[in-house]
């Protein structure tokens, strides 16, 4: 070892110091410091592994929505070429062609939504079909010759398995019925209900004519490299006007819920990592006091400070590879647990969980261990070898300023590193420290107060005093160890704060998702109400729902110019196969803001003014639409409101034109403002609305959302029969997913949270530990002077009681501030104020630090009191 | 070993004009003043002097562990001076041992692996085995397994004795070795520390109080008023 470069000196290190922790696992301190480097490990790995995990899930289930991890699609067939391109990369194509058209059973007829398939269709997932034997999961299409219809279909046109339907110019056999297809990329986009037939009889329907509107597609299925790989394709076909989705890039999330809840784990486990890491600094100050003797022999046998340094860190890195590994299994299991809970949202097939989480776990135990052990562990190096003979000599603690500076620099990185956000991690950074010296400087007033108290305790009660002694007694031991009060007093505060801030979020976050989704959040959307039935349907809702929205006019136009120029060339190139400009877009006018949405620039129309509404101008091109369907000079812009989303992807600004074709006729609209829509709001939202007046003239229906219980099945069947032209469309499977996410989503919080106070508890654990010799050498000292086990017993408790009433106290204040910084920060939520907080964390703290402090002091208040004091100089 | 010869060695252990002065509170104090002090290798050189007459901080000078306020030292012929502390470790790495009074026995080490714990410093590729052969010279081989609390005082202070000879020291420095032991005892350790010094061969500079202790060694020195006298032997034994 004093030679360095000899051959064998490395290995004898590396065994001298794995011989060592051996040795050292029967301490206290070290088996608290490898549950809190496992603990951080699990956490952080648990996390990691999860949200790597359920991100690639939402990719695969996004895919099965989609129907492939790319889709394209166009109104003509797609070319040899593309397709070569897409198969060379490694990709499993699927085609399909979408239209709309008549389908009949003798004298019934219906408009339906055909999707013609081929044999690879699905890529992923199964169709839900009855053949007539119940609902059977079928991962193929239907077989050429045969149909399978949604089951409205069916009844429209009143058909049942085995019958044969008219499609086009050909038949084909009712071969099943749809319950669930395997991708959803329609929607309920298209309104007209499901035909689904294979490709091979797409020829004999003679359907597809030149001009027919026809949408081909292109379904491709393959992992994200060979989607990479065609990007310069992807590129020049949404140049041409392709619409091309991308599932990693378009991925249709589930809402801000699952983002919250992303961000909160990510935060649970920093909480976790945190606390392991405040742990890691108290069980190191005793691993530090324990380990000055060996310091100092080893330098009195010759070693250098270099030597005891590469020691005692390698013993450590031993500790903390070994946690790395407990850690990690533990936070796979973690993450298997979450996963289990989150399996009916999840496809069932999951990747496998990525390597990347289990090196950012060892990283993060050895940050953990650097920076909280660190200046700590430096002390060792310092001891004078002159300790063997003179016992006092021991070095100077680590300055605490120190030792919190190298702590808050590697959990700043670390924050950092899980957050990708750096300027957020430094502003948490600066108030946290912040609040550390104010925590530190509150401590101080309290433990001075606290001594003043119990020092005016009126002293009475004999060798088993009472409660008043037993707190004079306890307040004042308290007191008198400043530092180290102080120390705990930190720690267990942090604990607190960590721990019911993550209990705060956690109830703040589960109240927000249930507001965001109320019991009567709608389930019913009914389309096509025509204006003669718009009242009477209207009557027929009145008090047979719970809730519903307005009745939305509704007017179907396509974007044929922006700003006077064909759109596609003035949009961004990555937005020229955008939907809004291959379809029809729905139109609605309003005369105030609908609900649920958010004016984000720009006034709203009664803001403009009634002039802006009735002034000549605008008479003039009400004028020009009346005289002329088809204006040769553009008619005079109209104001309009679009959503924020929409006018980024086109790059519009206040002022821009877009000119919409409605019918043979021209409106061209002025963006006058832009709005927020929450899509999660399951109410009908509209990328542009008009002001009144503007499109009543144009052919419309009107849309509503309602909420119904099945209990009210009879209005149901009222609103069918009444209103026959009406489509009623169904959408509690969706409401219900997104209820399900929200519930499962909720337990694997509460199991996050569960983690968190697992960390809590290292804590508490290291730092009774560290103080567990000077409460040794007290209570051996008390009972030499006479005291009886009743009074030890009542003045440890004092002590740790009161202990925990400070800490929590002081852990509200934190929590409090913090809560209220983070929900403005990063969950874009109102800050609440927690009153339980101030009553739950004081009395809770004194009664667990008070109950777990008493019981882990039991085998001393047992000890003989020579082996009480001889504690304190033990190694 | 004659005058004559010992002139024409160079010297272990050299000290002049030593000084040590601490400072308490507002005062220094000096502890040693113009001390000089030359062993030659192969001696053994007792010190004595009363309680608090700075015996464990020439010691601590002597070997390294501390540095003087004054004067020169030179171990192994290597003035101390020069060397920074870390310096001062490499140097004794391997070549001093020690004895302590109250043993300094790491409590969570068997008998074995304290004797070990000296040998990790240097390379050895028997270390194990020359642990065990001088456990079993200070007769305790059976209880290589034994941690010190399992031990006797004077079963811990052996321990302490092999840890010392097991590195092959060339000096090996004691203080008080028997002052925590009963005096049958402390006869036994003494019996065996000058067994193993003249197996080894070494060098034995020891601190004590003990004259039973010091009369057993080649030269005896008195430590008073921060100096050291020679003592005659005649006068040790009264």
């Known amino acids: 070892m004093s030679d360095a470069n000899h051959p064998g000196a490395l290995t004898r290190l590396l065994r001298f110091s794995l011989r060592g922790l051996v040795r050292d696992l029967r301490a206290a301190d070290v088996r608290a410091l ?15 592994f999860f949200l790597d995990r359920l991100d690639k899930g939402l990719t695969r289930q996004a895919g099965q929505l989609l129907g492939g991890d790319l889709v394209l699609e166009q109104g003509d067939p797609f070319e040899q070429e593309v397709r070569d391109t897409l198969e060379n990369a490694g990709l499993v194509l699927s085609d399909q062609v979408d239209m709309v058209s008549m389908v009949s059973h003798g004298d019934a007829f219906q408009v339906a939504s055909l999707k013609v398939v081929d044999s690879v269709y699905p890529h992923f997932g199964a169709n839900h079909v009855d053949r007539g034997d119940g609902v059977e999961l079928l991962d193929h299409g239907p077989p050429p010759g045969e149909a399978w219809l949604a089951p409205r279909l069916a009844l429209l046109i009143e058909v049942e398995v085995g019958d044969r339907i008219r499609v086009g110019e050909t038949e084909l056999g009712v071969g099943g019925l749809i319950e669930r297809e395997a991708d959803q990329s329609a929607g309920f986009g298209s309104f007209n209900p499901r035909l689904m037939m294979h490709v091979d009889d797409l020829s004999a329907t003679n359907l597809v004519q030149p001009g027919s509107r026809v949408e081909f597609e292109i379904l491709a299925a393959g992992p994200a490299e060979a989607v990479a790989g065609v990007q ?16 990693r890039q378009d991925r249709p999330g589930l809402g801000n819920a699952l983002e919250r809840a992303e961000k909160y784990l990510s935060l649970a486990g920093l909480a976790a990592v945190l606390l392991a890491g405040v742990a890691v600094a108290m069980a190191t100050r ?71 989480p289990l090196w950012l776990g060892i990283l993060t135990a050895l940050s953990v261990l650097v920076g909280f052990a660190g200046p700590t562990l430096l002390r060792l190096k310092r001891v004078s070898a002159l300790k063997v003979l003179r016992r006092e000599l021991d070095p100077l603690p680590a300055s605490a300023w120190v030792v919190v500076a190298a702590a808050a620099l590697v959990f700043g990185g670390l ?22 010296v104010v925590l530190w400087w509150v401590g101080n007033l309290l433990l001075g107060l606290l001594f003043r108290l119990a020092s005016r305790l009126p002293r009475r009660g004999g060798q088993d005093g009472g409660l ?35 209990f705060l979020v956690r109830g703040d976050l589960l109240t927000t998702w249930q507001d965001q989704l109320p019991e009567d959040t709608p389930n019913y959307f009914a389309i096509n109400i025509q204006p003669g039935e718009r009242d009477a349907f209207s009557t027929v809702l009145e008090g047979a729902v719970d809730a519903r929205s307005a009745l939305y006019p509704m007017v179907r136009g396509r974007i044929t110019a922006l700003n006077g120029e064909p759109p596609r060339e003035m949009v961004p190139p990555e937005a020229r196969g955008d939907n809004a400009l291959r379809r029809e877009l729905n139109l609605t006018w309003q005369e105030r803001l609908p609900e649920g949405n958010r004016l984000v620039a720009g006034e709203w129309f009664d803001a403009l003014g009634s002039d802006a509404l009735d002034n000549d101008e605008f008479e003039g091109w009400m004028t020009a639409v009346d005289a002329q369907p088809i204006a040769d000079a553009s008619p005079a812009p109209v104001p309009m409101s679009m959503e924020d989303g929409l006018a980024e992807r086109f790059g519009m600004e206040l002022g821009d034109t877009l000119t919409f074709t409605i019918g043979s006729a021209e409106v061209v609209g002025e963006l006058a403002s832009l709005r927020n829509l929450d899509w999660d709001s399951f109410r009908p939202n509209f990328y542009v609305i008009f002001p009144p007046g503007v499109l009543e003239r144009f052919g419309h229906s009107y849309i509503t959302a309602f909420h119904l219980n099945d209990a009210e099945n009879d209005t149901l069947r009222q609103l069918v029969r009444d209103f026959p032209g009406v489509s009623l469309l169904n959408i509690d499977a969706i409401l219900g997913q997104v209820r399900d996410v929200l519930t499962q989503v909720t337990r694997a919080v509460e199991l996050v949270l569960a983690f968190v106070l697992l960390a809590g508890v290292s804590v508490l654990y290291a730092a009774l530990t560290a103080s567990r010799p000077v409460r040794a050498h007290e209570s051996g000292l008390l009972r030499v002077f006479g005291a009886g086990n009743r009074l030890l017993s009542r003045v440890q408790g004092a002590e740790f009681a009161i202990l925990g009433l400070a800490s929590g106290l002081m852990g509200a204040l934190l929590a409090e501030l913090a809560a209220a910084g983070i929900y403005l920060a990063w969950f874009d939520l109102a800050p609440r104020f927690h009153w339980g907080l101030w009553l739950a964390l004081p009395l809770g703290g004194a009664l667990l630090i008070g109950v777990i402090g008493h019981l882990l002091s039991r085998d001393l208040r047992r000890q003989a009191p020579a082996a009480s004091l001889g504690l304190l100089g033990e190694t | 070993m004659s005058t004559t010869s010992r002139t024409e060695l160079t010297p ?74 870390d310096g001062r470790a490499r140097l004794r790495a391997g070549r001093v041992g020690f004895v302590f009074q109250n043993f300094q026995l790491l409590p969570t080490l068997t008998a074995l692996e304290n004797v070990l714990l000296p040998l990790e410093l240097t390379p050895q590729t028997d270390a194990e085995a020359r642990a065990r052969d001088w456990l079993t010279r200070v007769g305790l081989g059976e209880r290589l397994d034994h941690l010190p609390k399992q031990l006797s005082g004077g079963e811990q202070q052996r321990v302490a004795l092999a840890r010392a000879f097991v590195t092959g020291a060339e000096l090996v420095f004691a203080d008080e070795p028997t002052g ?4 049958a005892t402390g006869e036994r350790i003494i019996a065996a520390l000058f067994e193993l010094n003249q197996e080894a061969g070494t060098t034995l500079v020891l601190v004590t109080h003990d004259h039973a202790l010091a009369r057993r060694c080649d030269r005896c020195l008195r430590l008073e008023g921060g100096r050291l006298e020679e003592m005659a032997m005649d006068e040790v034994s009264a």
Request: include cysteine; charge should be neutral.
């Open chain 1, 415 to 436: 924050l950092w590193l899980y957050s990708g956000d750096p300027l957020l991690s430094a502003g948490l950074l600066v108030g946290g420290l912040a609040m550390l």
């Open chain 1, 34 to 48: 490898f549950i809190a480097l496992a603990l951080a490990v699990a956490a952080s790995t648990m996390i990691g």
């Open chain 1, 468 to 502: 008043v002694q037993a707190l004079r007694l306890g307040g004042q031991q308290l007191a008198r160890r400043r530092q180290a009060s102080l120390g705990q007093l930190l720690a267990f505060s942090v604990t607190f704060f960590a721990v019911a801030m993550i």
């Open chain 2, 12 to 85: 272990i252990l050299h000290a002049d004009q030593l000084l040590k002065q601490v400072r308490s509170g507002e005062r220094q104090l000096t502890i040693l003043s113009g001390l000089g002090l030359t062993v030659f290798p192969g001696e053994s050189v007792a010190i004595l002097g009363q309680s608090g007459a700075g015996k464990s901080t020439l010691l601590g000078l002597l070997a390294g562990l501390d540095a003087p306020s004054g004067g020169t030292l030179e171990l192994f012929g290597q003035p101390l001076g020069e060397l920074d502390e």
């Open chain 1, 286 to 356: 005793r691993y530090v006091d324990r380990h000055l003797d060996t310091a100092a022999l080893m330098r009195c046998f010759g070693a250098t400070q270099a030597e005891l340094t590469r020691l005692f860190a390698l013993q450590l890195m031993w500790l903390a590879l070994a946690a790395s590994v407990v850690g990690a299994l533990l936070g796979l299991a973690g993450q298997a647990a979450l996963l289990g809970l989150l399996t009916t949202f999840l496809p069932l097939e999951l990747p496998p969980p990525g390597v990347l």
């Open chain 2, 180 to 183: 925590n032991l009963d005096p």
């Open chain 1, 232 to 247: 310069p394709l992807l590129e020049r076909l949404r140049r041409d006007g392709v619409e091309v989705r991308d599932v």
